[in-house]
């Protein structure tokens, strides 16, 4: 069987998600897996406190 839609299976995906702290409005850039599937989405100024746990963090500014 062929792919009629012609996207490519090893194409980037990109998924727009608002930051899930209540009454923010702002884009949610990073993702913590939260298991079962579920993605917690923050901004920067609302980042889960345990999302840098098993990463390697960027140098400070």
């Known amino acids: 069987?062929?792919?009629?839609?012609?996207?490519?299976?090893n194409q980037d995906v990109h998924v727009a998600?608002?930051?899930g702290h209540p009454g923010c409005?702002?884009?949610g850039i990073f993702?913590?897996?939260r298991g079962r599937?579920?993605?917690?989405?923050?901004?920067?100024?609302?980042?889960a406190?345990?999302?840098?746990e098993g990463?390697?963090?960027p140098p400070a500014r």
């Open 1 to 9: 069987m062929s792919d009629v839609s012609g996207a490519k299976s």
């Open 17 to 19: 998600e608002k930051c």
């Open 25 to 27: 409005d702002a884009w």
């Open 31 to 33: 993702g913590k897996e």
């Open 37 to 47: 599937g579920i993605t917690e989405w923050r901004c920067w100024e609302h980042l």
């Open 49 to 52: 406190a345990d999302y840098w």
């Open 55 to 57: 990463r390697e963090k």
